[in-house]
C-alpha cells in the first residue's frame, strides 16, 4: 500500500499548522473530550490505498498525549473500554517491541506518550473472515513497525505493573488517570480482569507515596455509602456501582503505600440471574477475602 496522493497526511495540535480544536472536527468522529481527557497534544493521520488498485484502505491515527500514563488510559479504554476482555469479541494481544492489541480489522500500539491506532477498511470483503484475513498481514505488520520506531518506556504505569497477573485475561487491564471506579478523589488506579475457571473477578491497584497516604485513601473507601470495616482485618467491604454497570461487591486493603482490592465481574451477570447462578461465576465474600490476602503478602516494597 501507498499513501494516498490525493492527500495522506494531515496533522493536529502540537507543531502542527492546524490546532487541535480543529481535529474534533474533522477527525476524531465526536470523540474529542476523550482525547482531551487524556492530555492528546498532537495527533496525526496518515491515510494509505492499495497501489494495486483494489478499493482497501489504511489509515493511520497517531496521537502524542502529555504522559505516558494518558496514552496507555486511552489504549486501555479501546482495548476494555465496556466489552468483556475475556468474551468472543475480545481483541488479540499483537507481539512485537511494543503493547499491542489486534481485532478484526485494526489495531493499537502504545509506547511512553505514544498511541497509534490503525484501521484497514475494504468493502468488497463478503464476510468478517474474509476482512479480517485481507487486514492481518497490513495491519499487524504495520503495527509492530511503529511499535519498534516509537520513543518511549514500553513499561505499564506503576499502579497496572501491581496488578497480580496470574489468571489474568490477556489484555485484561483498565487504567484510570483519576476518579477510579468514578468516584471523586479516589485517583488514578488499574483494574485488572482475572478468569479462573467458570469463576470471574476483578482487581484493582493504587498506589500512593506512603503508608500514611495509603490508609487515607482506604479510609476514603470507607465512607463511601453502605461500606463496611471488617473486624479485625483491615478489610473494607463496599458495593460500588459505576454509572451505567450493575452493582459490585469489593473488599479492599492496604500495605505500605498501596492499596488492592478483589471485587465481581459484573459483565458475567445479569440481574434476572440467580443466587446460584452467580455463586458458579463470582466469588464468595470468603474467597475474595482470601484472595486479597494473598495479593497483599506479595508486596514486599513500597
Not at 474529542?32 to 488498485?53: I, N, P, W
Not at 494518558?70 to 465496556?82: E, I, K, L, N, S
Not at 479480517?132 to 497490513?138: E, G, M, Q, T
Not at 511499535?147 to 499502579?159: E, F, M, N, T
Request: hydrophobic share 40%.
Amino acid at each position: 500500500m501507498c499513501l494516498d496522493p490525493q492527500g495522506g497526511d494531515r496533522a493536529y495540535g502540537e507543531d502542527a499548522e492546524r490546532p487541535i480544536e480543529r481535529a474534533c472536527d474533522e477527525l476524531l468522529d465526536g470523540e474529542c473530550e476523550v482525547y482531551r481527557g487524556f492530555g492528546a497534544a498532537r495527533v496525526l493521520e496518515s491515510r494509505y490505498v492499495d497501489d494495486a488498485g483494489s478499493p482497501a484502505t489504511l489509515v493511520v491515527h497517531l496521537s502524542k498525549f502529555s504522559t505516558a500514563e494518558g496514552a496507555y488510559a486511552m489504549f486501555t479504554m479501546r482495548v476494555v473500554g465496556d466489552g468483556d476482555p475475556a468474551g468472543e469479541a475480545a481483541l488479540r494481544p499483537l507481539e512485537g517491541p511494543a503493547l499491542g492489541a489486534l481485532g478484526v480489522n485494526n489495531a493499537y500500539v502504545v509506547r511512553g506518550p505514544y498511541l497509534a491506532e490503525i484501521v484497514f477498511t475494504d468493502e468488497t470483503a463478503g464476510s468478517v473472515e474474509a476482512l479480517r484475513a485481507r487486514a492481518d498481514p497490513h495491519v499487524a505488520s504495520l503495527a509492530k513497525e511503529i511499535g519498534a520506531k516509537l520513543p518511549g518506556d514500553v513499561a505499564p504505569p506503576p499502579a497496572a505493573a501491581v496488578l497480580p497477573v496470574a489468571a489474568r485475561v490477556p489484555l485484561g487491564v483498565r487504567y484510570h488517570t483519576k476518579d477510579t471506579f468514578g468516584i471523586a478523589g479516589i485517583g488514578p488506579g488499574a483494574i485488572g480482569y482475572h478468569r479462573e475457571g467458570e469463576k470471574r473477578y476483578r482487581t484493582v491497584a493504587l498506589l500512593r507515596p506512603d503508608a500514611d497516604q495509603a490508609k487515607d485513601l482506604l479510609a476514603a473507601f470507607a465512607k463511601q455509602p453502605g461500606a463496611t470495616r471488617e473486624k479485625h482485618e483491615g478489610i473494607v467491604r463496599l458495593v460500588i456501582q459505576p454509572v451505567g454497570e450493575l452493582p459490585a461487591e469489593w473488599v479492599i486493603a492496604r500495605t505500605r503505600g498501596v492499596v488492592l482490592g478483589v471485587g465481581d465481574e459484573i459483565r458475567v451477570v445479569s440481574g434476572t440471574m440467580t443466587s446460584a447462578d452467580r455463586s458458579r461465576v463470582l466469588l464468595s465474600l470468603p474467597e475474595k477475602k482470601a484472595k486479597l490476602k494473598e495479593l497483599l503478602a506479595t508486596i514486599t516494597e513500597r
